[in-house]
Each structure stands twice: as structure tokens, then as C-alpha cells.
């Protein structure tokens, strides 16, 4: 049996691209003999659709398009994922489901078991979960067919009362297909093979597992879709980062080949069971990620240039040779705006970079500008001593000439705060925190660092100084970040331990920290929810990333 | 037997405030000879703890506190809300539970067994359902103690397959105890006493449901806890908006009295079913609701003064009027930013405003400090056009200026975006859009209008000509809120059947708006969905506000 694993990018409610693209692939499928083809978890609407779901239009157009992909199904087995009504009246009214498609019809729906609502998901919001469970017969073979999540709950502390598998293991299946749309984190990739591979190796049958790719607004879907034998070994591996179709043909016996060339691979870090962080863990993979999510946010969104405040610092540096490589070093505008508490380094580092990347830069005072907010205000600060306030003006400053310049020309500002600045609110609220899409919040600083080294790997892109010189946010004389935030090797670590770990002030100091560090950084963390609340979406590459996979309460008074 | 219900106001992850009020209201309940006293669902760390309860930390604390307070039940008997750990090993590792206090000892613990996970809810993400129910024997009696949502589940399509209060009622209970944390909309509180009720008559037993108070961020709780008689008679009904602690006599028979006289509550609009958004609907309860919502946002905050940028618009005046009547007079600066495009009007009517409200105010020009901007961008705005990114500057400087007073002074910069605005995205990012909480985000503009003559129900709180005069932004010569957008009656109700109604562009075509002007407003809700993701909490007065409680993909192309 010739069974196609297309890895597709798709674009959430746009049922019209998305189904062109999912029939594209049948077609190819076709006209290379497959019996089958496997697309990814919900790939007719796309992955995460959100509270679009609630919207019976939404369905509707969803079950049109399934419609149209099932007129294709001829000669050639087709299966997608898709939302199903529950027509039960009691429970959610949806299922979140695979349709296999056959002889132009729908020859079989199957359910989502164990929905993820946890992080970034959100999935009990919307479906009810599956509650029997039916392998699917074709071509005399008979197939376990499962959606994403439903092969996690492994372990001895599993999250879902029931195992799907261990149901549809009941009917004697000859393999197992599934549908996912499992993002990535630095982690997740190893992660992922092991769950696929425990799998196979707990039922002794071989897995097809097709994966998403493509980035949607926070959430990158790394694809590196996965084949495994019925005797546990390795033998497809899809591209990681961008789509991908491969055939595989499955024989009598269970063995399975190829007759495409697999892609090589970068070794992934052992990254199961971390418990510190490590800077340059899967350094390439999150370069990768943030690549693809800068060029999807702005692809899906129809914006094509962008603008960045350059500081001649670490982050902007960072952010600008990122952008560069993902929107070509035409579409990305590099603007200085020193002050008069900016040292030189900062405009010849900067303007360095930029030389280097040959993308256009320009330079703007903010003198004037904020000498007229002073100006203005000083009937109001008269007597009092200059401080957040005034740093916090010209820090909005900037933010307002970079948002003017995107306004004018339709350019997306892109952020270049770090996860560290974010998680202490070392930042400017419509200052330095604006922008439409944050490039590095999902970073600590020493992974900034880490993403320089590697940005460098071949040739000095950022200029060497920028790695040198101590941060700074430079809004007043001398001011350096060790000023206000402890050491970066010291906050960095302590701030995994709290966030990624979710580690309380008793654990951290017993594993070494300085208990009033401990209790003033988690106290910076929790006071400052109210600044993230109002941040932009961060590219997710960890596994706890600000944003929709972190919900705090702003009126609280946790640890703070 | 004498039970009391406390309806108090919680503080989330303040575990020592939230412990000594409940140990404050034993205390009392017990001098007057109480049996047994009911609190609200999960009172001991505050609802809702959304991601705290993530942190094993953060269930030791609460555990400690109920430790706490279980030696206070020595001769009355203590129902409290707290998350249990789950010592099963599958599924989630928490419950939401109901702790039965007495004897100096936890009796019995019951756990909830319908989680919301819609709107603002997000209980699947913490909680495992509970898998068995069991009445509380308590002096003679058995109680059916379920926990908010598990009372909900009625109706011919409900949410849940299973109904807790079914299986309870197998055992004969004598009475229902409801703890809930229940929130306001203006709908919901004529849903609730509805559901309350509906479960007497389905189940012929009284009830006492207690219901929390206070606001939560964004969320109200509204309080309005309830008692039926086993005939379906409303016998107690507590405050709505504030605290307040009342004692029930249930007699042998089924019937209760109180000894407290009941408060008179206004007559409730009966929004159920309500297909078209009625701008005057239960209007003071909507006004009560947005004055706690301020209060106790600057309360749990830390916070006492306010600032609000005064257009001598109508937004900024209902918000102006709402935050005096929250933090009193003296506690509210406004300050008016006039440019060359304000009207005389502008300025005199919010002098007038401010003149009746006793507030301090004052003026900043920001023609200097837009000057300056303009003249350092004239380089790249040179040959082009002035429009949308001359306009964001005014308002940028307005919101800099506006932050920069309230950074020197700790003051919270209130925001007075309206929900018609927010929708269509009429509004600048980081200038009128900024702010730590929105007072007026939930509300239509109609329903702002109708705010303004509910305030200005006694007296001309608000100058007459503020709400007689055309809505406009004033970034342009002669720019009027009409020249972008439909007319806001028709906006209005265009909006709701979308947003609240979740109804899908041809279902809105059916009800006779223009084609047309669907396609063009769907539009412009879904492409500002970026915006309104940066944007400030806003109080929750209706059954569907922008925020946690609807989540939407930005990089989607659905309707746009």
C-alpha cells in the first residue's frame, strides 16, 4: 500500500486556499499510484481556528469544502481533519475529527479522544470527546486512525481517563495513522519521536504520523512528520520548517519503504527532562522557528515590509538579522533614534549591522521631540526629580516615530523586547513594548546571545562589539540593565525555575538562590502581568511562552 | 437549622485576606447560633486563579488555609470553596472543590463535576470532573452540595452528558447547597435566579445558593445570592454588587424564614432570549457593575488616583463621571489635549463636565510636541499625503503624555474606548487605545449614551451638549465618527448580532441589513482583531466582551 504524508502550511478560514492547496496534493498522490493520502489535524480550516468555531458559518463553509476534497477521493483514499457537529444533544456540539474519504464519498468519521486544554490549547472549549472507537477498514488492511493528543496520554500519570489506542487495539488494527498539529517548542521535537516511538513499540504496529507545518500568529508547527515500522525503527522523517509530500509503501509484513530520499537531519538535544535552562539548547531549531514565524505572520496578515528600532544593542540586533533572512534585506527598515544619553557605540554598531545585513536604515532624533513633551509637562513635574517617567517619555518617543513610519507605509513594527525584559517588566508600555509581533519574547536574554553566536556562525553579521558591551537600556547616564536587574546568568536561570518550571519560591531557593532575589525577581514577574497582558504575540519556541499559553490573573496578589 | 450564606469579596492568591474575612464571617455567624455557614466556590484563593493553580505552591498555601480555618468550625459547621489534589493518577491533578467543615475536622469533600470551559471560563484546564456524588449528612440531613456550573446543565441541549444533581438526588437529599462564582452580565442575573429556580422545581427541595462578589480584573461578580423554599418561592435574595451576610431559618417542613430583612432589588429587565441589543437594558445594574469593576480594580491594585484624557466627548465623560462616583472626586485628574482640529466645544464642555463633577483638570496643548514629531519626519513623509499617520501622532502624544502623568505620579490612566470602536478598530494602538483598565470597552455606543442619561437621572451631571453633539475623533478638519463608520444605530445592532449572537454574515443579511455594509463591518471586526489583542482588560457587562472570553486568531482570513 502506497500511503502519501502531505505536510502543509495552512491558513486559518481560508477554506479556498486551504482546499486548493489539500486537492493539489491529492492529485499529485494520484497521478503517483498512492492508495492513500493523510493530510494534518484540521487541516480544512486550519489549526488553531479558535473561537471562529463558534460561528455555525464557520462549520458550515468547513463542511462545503470537505465536500469539494471528497470528489477528489477517487482511485485514492483521502484523510483530513476537520470539525464534526455532534448531532447527540447532550455535550459539546462539536468533534474534533478525521474523515476518511473514499469512492467520492465519506466512508468513515472518526473522533478526537483526549483534547488538550492545557497551554496554548484550548480544545475542551470547543469539542465534545470521542466516546466509541472504530478502526477503519481499506483495501483489506485495517487502520487505527488517531488525532494528535490522543497518542500522548502515556506515563504513569497520564492526563485523560482513556486511551484511545488502547480501544481501537481491541479490533487487531494493521497500523496506525495519525493526524496532528503539534507545535513546536525547543523540547517538543524529541519529545514528539519518543511519544510516536512508544507507540509502536507498545502495540507493534507501524505509525504514519503527519504533522502541520507553518506558523499561525504565536504558534510555529515545525511539521517533521514521522514514519515508524512495526519493529520501532525510524524510517520516514519529513522537513522540519517547511511543507512536504513523501510516499511511503507499507508491505505485507509491516516493513515499509521509502522510495523517496529521506532529508538528513540535524541530531536533536536530549532535551526530555531539562531542569535547567540551557542557552544554546536546539539553538538552529529556534533560529528556524522564529524564521518561519516572522515570514508567516507576515504573509497570512498581506504585509510584506518591515521596521525596527535599532538600538545598536543585543535585542534590536538580534530581531534585525532575523528579519532580514526571513523578509529579504530590502523589506526591512532599520531607524536609530539616539538620545542624548546614547553612547556612540550605539549608532556605529548599529548602522554596522546594518552595513553588513544592507538593509536600509535611517536615523531620527528624539531631542526635539522630547524636549517638547518636557516642555509641556513641566508645569506638572516642577519639584519633582527626574526618573521613569522621563525615561518611559523618550522610550514612547521611539515608539511613536516607529509607528508613525509603519502607519504612513503600511510596514508592521516588529518588537524586540527579550523573554527576561518581559518577565521583570523591564520595559516601556507603548515605548519599546509596542509592535505587532514580538521577534524574541519567547527568548531569555542568554538565548539572545546564544542566536547571535549562531547568526555569526560563518561570517560577523552582528558587529562583535554588540556581543561585548553590557546591555543597556540607555534612557539615562550610564544606566546599564545590572543597574536594576541582577546578572543575567543568575535572572535567566532563576526565571526558567518559574516560569518554564513552574517551580514555587520555596524550590528555588533550595536549589541555591539567594531567597530575596527569589522573592523580589517573582514578585517583579507576577507585579508586571499587566504590562504583558498588553503585549503583542510572541513567536513560542519554549514551552511556556507569555501569552495565550500563560494566563494570570492582573488583580492578584500571588507572590507579589 | 440556621444557615448563613457569606457573600464576600475575594482577593486571588491573597490567602491570608481571603482566610481571616471567612474566618471573620464564621466568627460572627457562630455568635448568632448558626449551624452551618456557606462561602462561595473556591473563596480561599479567590476566583478565578486561572495559572496559579499551576504552581504546587500555590494549592500547598490554599490547603494550609484551610487548615486554618477548619479549627473555627467547632460548633457550627463551615462549607468552603478550595481546589483539591486529585490522588487518583489519571486525568487532571486538581478538582474544584466543596470542603464540609465541622467538628474541628474536613468531613466530606464534594467535587465539581461540570467545568466550564466556554467564554471566560477555562476550568478543563486545571480540573478532572468529579465520578462520584455523594449527600452530606449533617445534624439529621442530607445535603446535595454541588458547585456552580453543576446546577446549569438543564435545558434540551445540555453542555454536560452527565447532571450531578441526578445522581445526588438518588440519595434523598433534603435540601441543595449551590457555591458559586458566578459572574455578572446583564442578562445573567435573570438567568440565574431562572436556573436556581428551575433546579427547586425539578428537584421539589429548597435551595441556598451563595454567590461571590467583587471584581476579578475584568470579571464582576455580582453577588446576588438566593434562596428558594422547596415551592419554588424566592425567600432570600441577598445584595447585588457588595458584601453581605444574611441567616435563613429552614424549618422542619421545607419552609424558610429569615430574620433579616430582605432588600428591596430592582425589577430585572428579562433579557432572556433577547435577539437585538437593547442599549437601556438593565442600564443601573450595568452602571452599578462598571463602578465596582473600577473600584475594585484600583482596590486590589494597590491604586487610588485615576487620569483620563477629557475630549469633551461623550466616552470620555460617562468615564469621567463612572470614576468619580468609584474614587471619588478629589482622586480623578483629567486632563484636555486640545490640537488645532478640537472644537471650541471640546474644550468648554469637558471644563463644564469637570465643573459639576468637582475633579481636578488641565490642559496640555499638543501642538508643540506634534510639531516636533512632523518636523522629524518630514524627511520620510515628504510627498505624501496627510492622513491616518498624522492622525495616530496626535493621538500617540495624547496617550504619551497622558502615561508620562501617571508614571510620575502613580496615578492609572483609565481608557475610554467604547465597544463599537473597539470593533471596527476606530482607534489608534498605544494612543486612545491605551490605559490600564477600559471602563467603557463592553459597551455600545448606544449603551454609552444611555450610561450618560442614567447618570444624568437626577441632575446635568454630564453637560447636555456633550451628548447632543456628533460623535468624532477631532484629528482632522471636520472629521465626524460618520464618515468612517454606519450610523450607530445600525452599527450597534449589526455588531451584537455578530459579536454577542455569533451569527455568520448571510444569517445577518436575513435580519435586512444591507449586504454590503455586513460584508465591509464583518470585515473590519476581524481585521482588527490585532489591536484589540493589545489591548487593556475591560469590564465584563455582557454576555460576550472583547478579552479572555473571546478568543480569535489574528493571522486568520475568515471574513476579512
Redesign the interface.
Known amino acids: 500500500m502506497k500511503i502519501f504524508l502531505a505536510q502543509q502550511n495552512y491558513?486559518?478560514?481560508?477554506f479556498e486556499?486551504n482546499t486548493d492547496k489539500i486537492i493539489d496534493a491529492v492529485r499529485k498522490a494520484k497521478l503517483e499510484n498512492g492508495d492513500l493520502i493523510v493530510f494534518s489535524e484540521l487541516c480544512v480550516c486550519?489549526y488553531?481556528?479558535?473561537?471562529?468555531l463558534?460561528?455555525?458559518?464557520?462549520i458550515?463553509k468547513s463542511i462545503q469544502a470537505i465536500h469539494k476534497i471528497k470528489k477528489e477521493a477517487i482511485g485514492i483514499a483521502v484523510l483530513i481533519g476537520a470539525p464534526q457537529r455532534n448531532t447527540v444533544?447532550?455535550?459539546?456540539?462539536l468533534f474534533n475529527a478525521a474523515y476518511f474519504l473514499n469512492d467520492g464519498e465519506i466512508q468513515q468519521v472518526v473522533q478526537k479522544t483526549c483534547l488538550p486544554?492545557?497551554d496554548v490549547f484550548?480544545e475542551?472549549?470547543y469539542f465534545e470527546p470521542a466516546s466509541d472507537w472504530n478502526v477503519i477498514h481499506f483495501k483489506g488492511k485495517k487502520i487505527a486512525i488517531t488525532i494528535c493528543e490522543d497518542i500522548w496520554n502515556l506515563g504513569?500519570?497520564?492526563?485523560?481517563?482513556i486511551c484511545p489506542m488502547d480501544k481501537l487495539f481491541i479490533q487487531q488494527p494493521d497500523f496506525m495513522i495519525n493526524i496532528s498539529a503539534s507545535p513546536f517548542d525547543y523540547t517538543h521535537q524529541s519529545d514528539r519521536t519518543e511519544v510516536v516511538k512508544s507507540n509502536v513499540v507498545k502495540y507493534g504496529i507501524p505509525m504514519f504520523y503527519c504533522n502541520a507545518v507553518g506558523?499561525?500568529?504565536e504558534i510555529v508547527f515545525d511539521g517533521s512528520s514521522l514514519v515508524f515500522d512495526k519493529n520501532g525503527i525510524l524510517c520516514g522523517s519529513m522537513a522540519s520548517f517547511k511543507e512536504d509530500l513523501q510516499a511511503f509503501i507499507l508491505n505485507a509484513d509491516g516493513s515499509i519503504n521509502s522510495p523517496y530520499k529521506q532529508e538528513t537531519k540535524t541530531q536533536l538535544d536530549p532535551a526530555v527532562n531539562q531542569t535547567a535552562l540551557i542557552p544554546d539548547l536546539n539553538i538552529e531549531l529556534i533560529y528556524e522557528a522564529l524564521i518561519l514565524g516572522i515570514k508567516?505572520?507576515f504573509f497570512?496578515?498581506g504585509f510584506k515590509k518591515a521596521i525596527i528600532g535599532s538600538s545598536g544593542g543585543i535585542d534590536s540586533a538580534v530581531t534585525l538579522a532575523l528579519a532580514v533572512e526571513a523578509l529579504g534585506n530590502e523589506n526591512v527598515t532599520a531607524v536609530l533614534m539616539p538620545s542624548q544619553f546614547s553612547s556612540n557605540h550605539s549608532v556605529s554598531d548599529a548602522v554596522a549591522l546594518s552595513k553588513n545585513l544592507k538593509n536600509p536604515y535611517?536615523t531620527?532624533?528624539?531631542q526635539?521631540?522630547n524636549?517638547?513633551?518636557l516642555?509641556?509637562?513641566a508645569p506638572?513635574?516642577e519639584g519633582?526629580n527626574s526618573?521613569?517617567?522621563?525615561e518611559?517619555?523618550q522610550s514612547?518617543?521611539r515608539?511613536?516615530?516607529l509607528?508613525?513610519?509603519a502607519?504612513?507605509f503600511g510596514f508592521v513594527l516588529l518588537n524586540t523586547s527579550n523573554k527576561s525584559e518581559l518577565s521583570t517588566g523591564y520595559g516601556t508600555?507603548?515605548g519599546d513594548m509596542?509592535g505587532?509581533l514580538s521577534v524574541l519574547g519567547d527568548c531569555y536574554k542568554l538565548q539572545v546571545y546564544a542566536l547571535a553566536r549562531y547568526i555569526n556562525r560563518n561570517d560577523e553579521v552582528i558587529p562583535k562589539n554588540i556581543l561585548l558591551k553590557e546591555p543597556s537600556a540607555e534612557l539615562r547616564p550610564n544606566q546599564k540593565d545590572s543597574d536594576s536587574l541582577p546578572d543575567y546568568q543568575i535572572l535567566d536561570s532563576l526565571l526558567y525555575q518559574y516560569i518554564e518550571l513552574?517551580?514555587?519560591?520555596?524550590?528555588i531557593k533550595a536549589t541555591g538562590f539567594n531567597a530575596d532575589l527569589v522573592d523580589r525577581v517573582l514578585r517583579m514577574v507576577n507585579m508586571n502581568e499587566?504590562k504583558r497582558?498588553?503585549?503583542?504575540?510572541i513567536i513560542r519556541i519554549s514551552p511556556k511562552a507569555f501569552g495565550?499559553g500563560?494566563?494570570?490573573?492582573?488583580?492578584?496578589?500571588?507572590?507579589?
Open positions: 491558513h486559518i478560514g481560508n486556499s486550519g488553531p481556528p479558535r473561537d471562529f463558534y460561528f455555525d458559518d464557520f458550515k444533544s447532550k455535550g459539546k456540539d486544554t492545557y484550548d475542551n472549549r504513569e500519570n497520564p492526563l485523560y481517563t506558523s499561525q500568529t508567516d505572520y497570512k496578515m535611517h531620527i532624533s528624539i526635539k521631540i524636549d517638547a513633551f516642555e509641556e509637562l506638572f513635574f519633582t526618573g521613569v517617567a522621563e518611559n517619555i514612547r518617543s515608539g511613536n516615530l509607528m508613525a513610519i502607519n504612513k508600555l507603548y509596542a505587532g513552574a517551580k514555587g519560591p520555596e524550590e499587566y497582558n498588553q503585549f503583542c504575540p495565550v500563560r494566563r494570570m490573573p492582573i488583580v492578584g496578589k500571588y507572590l507579589s
